[in-house]
């Protein structure tokens, strides 16, 4: 057995379905022993979207997703999708063919040091020298990039230790890592001292980050905002958690949310963060979190409690684990006047847009369409003005929304998209972006065609990188530069090139009819332009 | 702004150096040591870094090491607590008339003479970095040709805090 049916052996153990790859020399070993496994390969058309495509069937499977690619070009190819997993903390597998180990460090065709790139942006990476150190290596990577804060790994491996003879085949059951240990169960006595401070508040709030989802804790967080009737706020990686019209949920913080998302955060008497970064989109000012309240900030990586706002309260673990003990406690919490407050809060203020109606409204549009989605669907929002609406105004029922939300990574949404619906062909996969982000990966077309995987992508099309155009239009005073995307193809005669159907929404009056085509069939993929006024804002 | 020394004990693994290194350059942290060396058992390396921050910066820093998966185990060495040495190789230029008060100098600080040169000699030093500082200083009214300093190494006092490893 080669060290790269060794490789295939470990990817079906750990239950790899999908390996999204582009091939070259240095990693040709490991795809000429995938063909003899039952792991389906996706051919993507430019190594980024590779990863970008793990990311979405981690996001969807709560697995490491997998790509691999060749040494050089390919490798440095890649970073950008490791660093948006980084980011969000999205487990990744990245397999990176590497030269003839021998020849290492001595700058030959395609020779990067792909593991010295990426320091910066992998949990872990490994750089194979011995071809019986395989089984161990994969084992390893699958629970470092699944584990504690999960994010992606880096295995590179030489071209002859992908050739080289494996004495025996041997994929361990147990991990045995000296020194990676991370705290997933939350402290007792932190615990009670949460419940004691819920127990005295007035006006306490729940703010969910992503960490939620990646621990999978969203049935345990809704029971227990259920249970004592706790408002919940979300980040942006948090949107989801909680059913966009749950009567105790008032939607997402920051600088892009909804004002009465900030303003029930910055009035409550006991916050609790969990799973959230407090980063600047997020929280501005922190400050005005710590300020007159009471912060308990939860996250499974003790780094990220007190590196942006010092909590009251600091409670390492995993968000499962913690509400669910959570659960275990009987207190009571009364804030009826707290919730009254907050719907009035709710009601008025709500953002008023004057949408020009020879456009279509972006705002009406997303939201009619994520009425008329299924209840289980797929969101995929790109990053720009279509990502801030997508957050205003996805009503998620029982789905998800995904987004690149730590990195802001342009054209994440179409590749996210193909990763999710790879994973689950039976959903409804969405991927909704600008006409700047659908250019970055609008090469992805033929993979979808090729591979069959079925996503409906809207474009949001107003001819202008939107986010940044209305970020010149505030700080320069209309003095745009760089950001007209005059000479972009026609996209009706790109959805024809691809053999993919096609609608074009001028205005609202067609808005029922399009949507009527696309989400009749889950199967057929369709590309359906919207075309919106170029200097609509998204506040 | 704040001194503190670090003590890690790491998985003698190839690039572990380098992840070190490399967290403090990209978060902005300082570096003002960092000595490495192998320990009684071959598996790990033992690494001494001194390191100055104000009390946040020092909290991330002892963090983020921590979530370094190599990293078996990490201590703050407290001076009260520990001790710390570094040695410094000095090499000085000095004169017929010179000579002498430099070896008097090195006999006050229980230091030695490990090279003798026409024009020059070269002092092996050991001590904490007040020693080595005080010694420096004193050497001031001369011209110091070269410095080596290797950064301190340093062990918690008593058996107390001694890490076993399984």
């Known amino acids: 057995m080669t060290g790269a049916d060794a490789i295939i052996k470990c990817l079906e153990a750990e239950g790899v379905e999908t390996v999204f790859g582009y091939p070259g020399v240095a990693i040709c070993p490991f795809f000429n022993s995938i063909l003899d496994s039952d792991i389906k390969t996706v051919l993507i058309r430019t190594e980024q979207n590779a990863a970008h495509a793990a990311s979405g069937v981690a996001r969807i499977t709560g697995k490491p997703g997998v790509c691999a690619v060749t040494s050089g070009p390919g490798a440095t190819n890649v970073i950008t999708g490791i660093a948006t997993a980084f980011a969000d903390s999205i487990p990744l597998i990245c397999i990176t063919g590497q030269v003839n180990s021998e020849l290492l460090g001595s700058d030959v065709f395609q020779e990067a040091d792909i593991t010295g790139a990426v320091e910066s942006f992998v949990k872990y990476s490994y750089l194979i020298k011995n071809v019986n150190d395989i089984p161990r290596v994969f084992k390893e990577a699958f629970h470092i990039a699944n584990t504690g804060r999960k994010g992606p790994v880096l295995i590179d491996i030489p071209i002859d230790i992908q050739n080289a003879q494996i004495k025996q085949f041997h994929y361990p059951e147990e991990v045995n890592l000296r020194t990676y240990k991370p705290t997933v169960k939350g402290h007792a006595v932190q615990i009670k001292k949460v419940i004691r401070e819920l127990e005295k508040a007035k006006r306490p709030i729940i703010c969910v980050g992503g960490g939620v989802l990646l621990a999978g804790a969203q049935q345990e967080l809704r029971a227990f905002s259920e249970k004592y009737r706790i408002p919940v706020v979300s980040t942006m990686m948090g949107i989801g958690v909680m059913p966009t019209k749950h009567p105790l949920y008032y939607g997402m913080v920051g600088n892009n949310g909804k004002p009465c998302a900030n303003r029930a955060m910055n009035e409550s008497d006991v916050l609790i963060m969990v799973g959230a970064r407090v980063a600047d989109r997020a929280v501005s000012q922190p400050d005005l979190i710590t300020q007159n309240k009471i912060l308990v900030h939860i996250d499974v990586d003790p780094a990220e409690i007190g590196k942006n706002a010092g909590p009251t309260i600091p409670l390492v673990g995993d968000a499962k684990h913690i509400f669910q003990d959570f659960a275990k406690e009987e207190f009571t919490c009364d804030c009826e006047a707290w919730i009254g407050t907050l719907n009035d809060y709710r009601r008025e203020l709500m953002p008023k847009r004057n949408p020009n109606p020879a456009y279509v409204d972006p705002a009406r549009f997303i939201e009619r369409l994520s009425e008329r989605m299924e209840d289980n669907a797929i969101y995929v929002a790109d990053v720009g003005q279509n990502q801030i609406w997508s957050c205003g105004y996805h009503i998620v029922k029982q789905g998800r929304f995904l987004t690149s939300g730590g990195m802001g990574t342009m054209g994440y949404s179409i590749p996210a998209a193909m990763g999710a619906k790879t994973a689950a062909p039976d959903r409804q996969v969405i991927a909704v972006c600008g006409d700047g982000s659908f250019q970055m990966s609008m090469m992805e077309l033929a993979t979808m065609r090729q591979h069959n995987i079925p996503v409906k992508i809207i474009v949001l099309k107003n001819n202008y990188l939107g986010m940044v155009r209305e970020y010149q239009h505030y700080t320069y005073k209309d003095n745009y530069s760089v950001v007209d995307l005059t000479g972009s193809p026609d996209l009706e005669k790109l959805a024809a090139a691809y053999d993919m159907p096609f609608r074009r929404l001028e205005n609202m009056d067609q808005c029922e009819e399009v949507l009527d085509v696309l989400l009749q069939d889950n199967n057929q993929s369709m590309l359906v332009e919207c075309l919106i006024d170029p200097m609509d804002l998204v506040k | ?166």
Do not use: H
């Open chain 2, 1 to 166: 702004m704040q001194k503190k020394v670090f003590q890690l004990l790491v998985d003698n693994t190839s690039g572990v150096l380098s992840r070190i290194s490399g967290l403090f350059s990209r978060r902005g942290y300082n570096i003002e040591s960092i000595t490495a060396g192998v320990t009684a058992d071959p598996r790990f390396t033992r690494i001494t870094i001194v390191t100055s921050g104000d009390d946040e910066i020092l909290e991330q820093i002892e963090k983020q090491l921590s979530k370094l998966v190599d990293i078996r185990d990490i201590k703050e060495l407290k001076p009260d607590e520990s001790v710390y040495r570094e040695l410094i190789l000095v090499k000085v230029r000095v004169s017929n008339e010179q000579r002498q008060s430099i070896i008097a100098l090195t006999d006050t600080f229980r230091g030695k003479i490990i090279d003798v040169a026409p024009e020059c000699l070269t002092v092996e030093l050991t001590g904490n970095q007040s020693k080595i500082e005080a010694f420096i200083s004193l050497l001031d009214g001369y011209e110091i040709l070269e410095l080596a300093r290797t950064g301190i190494a340093g062990l918690g006092r008593g058996i107390e805090n001694v890490t076993f490893i399984e």
